[in-house]
């Protein structure tokens, strides 16, 4: 069973998730509830903890840091007005922790690679238009500690592939995964001043969110057609893949694919 653990001085959070029943049949156990930074940390090197929620005020503003510094791979969750919306995040939380446990290979589990693996996942459903609102966006990418924000500007490049090309015809019964995987190990996770996600949305059609390393910058059009126009040369060169670009395009931020 997944563990929690909720840190707030709110006496009326804490009144909440004390009323809220049922842990064990969502697969968690009953979350454990701290006041301090201290009893936090000691909680935490005590017990295994695999999701935290802390109360958003300036009180815990050691622990947020300790926690962005010392567990990269630990869920956060945000604490909700209501049980209603809180067992809605739970409910979510529950399908993230299930993709980053499981059981994929009898390879050693390497934990900072399947959380990788899981941000891709939601930032496929993101590129999608599978999540109806920023907001949810927003939440959901804070949650799996993504590096990417639903407000900062970014690039969209759109790809299409002939979906009788051989490549595609040996392989596509395989599923989409495989070639997921392969065009990513091609752009790779970061090239130059933006970090790349691939999501292939078709047997025609592949989308590349290119986002910028250092938020405060702003990608320019010309180095993203450059660095796409290059890694596509050489999937066609390796592969025989042959991809051409349909459009790249500005994007005001990831909140633009919102229910698209």
Same mark, same amino acid.
């Given at each position: 069973?997944?563990? *929690?653990?909720?840190?707030?001085?709110?006496? !009326?959070?804490? +009144?909440m998730? #004390?009323?809220?029943?049922g842990?064990?049949?969502?697969g968690f156990?009953? &979350?454990?509830?701290?006041v301090?930074?201290? +009893?936090?940390?000691?909680?935490?090197?005590?017990?295994?903890? #695999?999701? =935290?929620? =802390?109360?958003?005020? @300036?009180?815990? $503003?050691d622990?947020?840091?300790?926690?962005?510094?010392?567990c990269? !791979?630990?869920?956060? %969750? &945000?604490?909700?007005?209501?049980?209603?919306?809180?067992?809605?995040?739970?409910r979510?939380? +529950?399908?993230?922790l299930?993709s980053?446990?499981?059981?994929?290979?009898? $390879?050693?589990?390497?934990? @900072?690679a399947?959380?990788q693996?899981?941000q891709?996942k939601?930032?496929?459903?993101?590129?999608c238009?599978? =999540?109806?609102?920023?907001?949810?966006?927003?939440?959901?990418?804070?949650?799996?500690r993504?590096?990417?924000r !639903?407000?900062? &500007?970014c690039?969209?490049?759109?790809l299409?592939m $002939?979906? #009788?090309?051989p490549?595609?015809t040996?392989?596509w019964?395989?599923?989409?995964?495989?070639?997921e995987?392969?065009l990513?190990?091609?752009?790779?996770?970061v090239q130059d $001043?933006?970090r790349?996600?691939?999501a292939?949305?078709s @047997?025609?059609?592949?989308? /590349?969110l290119?986002? &910028?390393? #250092?938020?405060?910058?702003?990608?320019?059009?010309s180095s993203?057609?450059?660095?796409?126009?290059? !890694? /596509?040369?050489?999937?066609?060169?390796y592969?025989?893949l042959?991809m051409?670009?349909l459009?790249v395009r500005p *994007?005001?931020? *990831?909140?633009? %694919?919102?229910?698209?």
């Open positions: 069973m997944y563990r *929690l653990l909720i840190v707030t001085e709110n006496q !009326t959070v804490q +009144d998730f #004390d009323g809220m029943t842990w064990e049949i969502m156990k009953p &979350p454990r509830l701290r301090s930074t201290a +009893d936090a940390l000691e909680c935490m090197q005590k017990h295994s903890i #695999d999701a =935290i929620a =802390i109360d958003e005020t @300036p009180a815990f $503003d622990l947020r840091r300790h926690i962005t510094e010392k990269p !791979t630990m869920l956060r %969750f &945000p604490i909700m007005e209501t049980a209603e919306e809180q067992w809605k995040i739970i979510e939380l +529950d399908r993230m299930g980053l446990y499981a059981d994929r290979s009898n $390879d050693y589990y390497d934990l @900072p399947a959380l693996m899981t891709e939601l930032l496929k459903s993101i590129v238009g599978l =999540i109806p609102t920023e907001k949810e966006q927003a939440i959901r990418l804070s949650m799996l993504c590096y990417e !639903t407000d900062v &500007p690039m969209l490049a759109r299409g $002939d979906a #009788d090309d490549f595609l040996s392989r019964h395989y599923g989409s995964d495989r070639l995987v392969a990513r190990n091609f752009f790779g996770n $001043d933006m790349l996600h691939v292939v949305i @047997p025609e059609e592949v989308r /590349v290119c986002y &910028p390393k #250092d938020d405060s910058q702003t990608l320019e059009k993203v057609v450059s660095t796409v126009e290059d !890694t /596509v040369e050489q999937i066609g060169n592969l025989g042959e051409n670009i459009e *994007l005001p931020g *990831l909140g633009a %694919f919102a229910g698209a």
